[in-house]
């Protein structure tokens, strides 16, 4: 299990090492952004059995014992509780408390379960039994359901020993307000451009530039993105498929995927619109002759509202081809407005 922490995360790690003063923190990031790795690289920093004196900005040494267990994720004194579905990003074997017996067969579950935060804290309650603390990491924690969330926010107000939590979170809004301000935050900031790039490089992807604007600025995002296929070339040529409702050519785009980058795209219009460049599709062309601008601004905010509604259902099992259609021909008639009715 490599350690290596992204290195647009190591900014943010020093400064929370830096900042701590609560005994737990909640980290706020979307998943692209790593928060699941930047906490475990919390947890690896308070384990460490270097002294503090020998480990500048207080980050984990990497080749103490302590180090070396948070790597192989059998350190006793730290518990990773994540939902089964994100238990190989957390580094951990395939359900291994084999709470049923179809593990196999069913999708994985994404809820973090009550009897699992109970037994965890069970776990955190024990004396620890090698480093001076013990470690709770909850990962998503809006993942957790209003008895999970009780049960683990009295512990959260008295904790019986010496521990810290640390809570991962993609969406703070869908965290039980208790929870929350029981925790210090931190929010991971968007991924430095130039440091994103230079790592998309070092990672072999070619025209990194044109996959990291389509995916938002998200580093992570566009690597998984080009590997399945959408890379610069397919970037590029993005735009004007649309533009052209070349939906065979996007045929096996997963919905959620496609309905994103229609919302950039039909940002990028609407910065046009209004004077400035396109920013994830810089080869979206402006639109040619006179624009009615006005009409065109109406029409795209209405297509970007319509879009997140459909971003929102995005995971359920549509007819795809159909699907596509819709999606194309809605938004190429809004970026396309000069002419057409509302
Ligand atoms: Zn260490």
Redesign the pocket.
Known sequence: MSAALHPWLDAPLREALARQQAHALLVQGAQDRGPLDFSIALARAWL???PASQRPGGL?????G??HLVDERSHPDLRLLVPESLRAAAGLPADEAGESGSAKTRKPSREIKVDAVRAALEFIGLTPSRAGLKVLLIHPAEELNLVAANALLKTLEEPPGPMRFVLGCGAPQALLPTLRSRCQSVVLPRPDREAALAWLQAQGLQDAAIVLDACGGEPLRALEQAREGRDAEAWRRFPSQVLQGDGAGLAGWPLPVLVEALQRLCEDRLRQALGLPARAFPQLEPPKGPVATERMIAALTETAAWLRTRAAQADHPWSAPLAIEALLQRTRSALDARSRPL
């Open positions: 460490c059995e270097t984990a040494c990497g080749r103490c302590g180090c």
